[in-house]
């Protein structure tokens, strides 16, 4: 276990719905990371945000977007879901850091999401 | 987006040495190159971090030469419960921004 919590665990929903995925990250830890991993894309880094602020962005799609709350808990809020959104959703969290960009992440257990 | 690659497969048997190598020509210059080993529908698991040489923990070490444009992984001695997914992750700059990449991964099977 590594301390990253992510609710839900499995969605199923419908083309043109919105969901949000929640992520809670190890205590103490500051930044938070957004992975999609798909069956034919590996794994693809969203976002991450430190202390609440957008840190780094990746190839993340106008349709999504994410935040970080004061109490450091993330969501990733997905909408106009299309079939191709159907994917493992990982959340992960690092330690602060100072000085370089040394980031040991702990990844959350995922959410399934299966656009139907 | 320059790509991180990684050799799609790897077989091995049990009691041998593993080294799997990550090329990422495109890594920014403060970042640090870090692996992870992923099972089926698990999150990706930390194995190892390093920045430039060689490093070593009690599951692998890591072997980065100067220009740090790859890297290698290496498990000693691997067992059956060793059959999994690896992965480099390193950030790289793109479009003056800085991004994180996962490599390709690499699935190691280990046989008896």
């Known amino acids: 276990d590594s301390g990253v919590t992510q609710t839900p665990k499995h969605l199923i929903t419908a083309t043109g719905q919105r969901v949000t995925l929640r992520c809670s990250p190890r205590?103490?830890?500051?930044?938070v990371y957004w992975y999609q991993q798909s069956l034919d894309q590996g794994l693809q880094f969203l976002i991450q945000?430190?202390?609440?602020?957008?840190?780094a962005k990746g190839n993340i799609l106008e349709r999504f977007s994410a935040q970080q709350f004061p109490d450091l808990h993330s969501e990733l809020n997905l909408s106009s879901l299309e079939l191709g959104d159907s994917a493992l959703y990982f959340c992960?969290?690092?330690?602060?850091?100072?000085?370089?960009?040394?980031?040991?992440?702990?990844f959350g257990p995922g959410t399934r999401l299966l656009v139907l | 987006l320059a790509k991180t690659t990684q050799p799609i497969s790897m077989d091995s048997y049990e009691g041998q040495e593993v080294n799997i190598t990550c090329s990422h020509n495109?890594?920014?210059?403060?970042?640090?190159i870090t692996w992870y080993q992923q099972f089926p529908s698990q999150g990706p698991r930390f194995i190892i971090q390093?920045?430039?040489t060689k490093v070593t923990n009690e599951v692998a070490s890591l072997f980065i030469p100067a220009d740090r444009k790859s890297s290698t992984l290496s498990l000693p001695r691997v067992s059956l419960s060793d059959t999994a997914v690896y992965y480099c992750?390193?950030?790289?700059?793109?479009?003056?921004?800085?991004?994180?990449?996962f490599g390709s991964g690499t699935r190691l099977q280990v046989q008896p």
């Open positions: 495109n890594i920014a210059t403060n970042d640090y």
């Open positions: 992750l390193v950030g790289v700059m793109d479009t003056g921004r800085r991004a994180l990449t």
């Open positions: 945000y430190y202390n609440g602020e957008e840190r």
């Open positions: 390093g920045y430039k």
């Open positions: 992960a969290s690092s330690p602060p850091f100072f000085g370089g960009d040394q980031e040991t992440q702990y």
């Open positions: 205590s103490g830890d500051l930044s």
